[in-house]
C-alpha cells in the first residue's frame, strides 16, 4: 500500500514536471548532482563512481545480497551514515557493506537499522550522504506475496491450488 501512494506520487510529480527521469549518457552522468539514487542490480562490481555523487545524497541499493556482489564503490560508502535492514543479514550478504569493512571505512555497530529508525519515530536524514544497503528479509518477501494474493484475488486473477 505504502509502495502503491509512494509510486502514483512520484507519477503525478512527474506529470507535474517535479521530477524528472532521464537517461544519462554514462552512469557518472546519470547520478551527477542527483538527490536520489537508486540501485537494484545484481552487479559485482560498482555500477557507478561515488566521486560522482552531490555530497548530501541519499542511496538505496537493494541488489547485492551475496557477499562477492558490489553495486557501490568504496567512495560511496565513505563518510556515509549507513541504514541496514538487519545488520545479521548485511553481514552475511552485503557485499560492497564487507568491502567497506574490510578497508576499515565502517563498522558494523554504527549501521542503524530500518526497524530502529521506523521504531524511534527517527528524525529526518542528517544533512549527509546515506545509504540504505537492503538485502532483503523474509518478512518483507512473505509481505510482498501476501499483498500480491490480496490484490490477485480482488482482481479474480490466478487459480486456487488445493
Known sequence: MAHARARRGLIAAMARGCVRACRGGSAAA????????CT???????????AALAPEVHVNCVGSFHPDMRELDLDTLRDAAIVVDRREAALEEAGELLAAVDAGLTQPQAWRE?????????????ASKTVFDSVGLAAQDLFAARRALERARVLSLGLPLT
Do not use: K, W, Y
Request: charged fraction near 10%.
Open 30 to 37: 546519470a547520478v551527477e548532482g542527483a538527490a536520489i539514487v
Open 40 to 50: 537494484a542490480t545484481s552487479s559485482t562490481a560498482p555500477v557507478f563512481p561515488g
Open 114 to 126: 530500518l526497524g530502529e529508525l521506523v521504531l524511534a519515530g527517527a528524525p529526518p536524514r542528517p
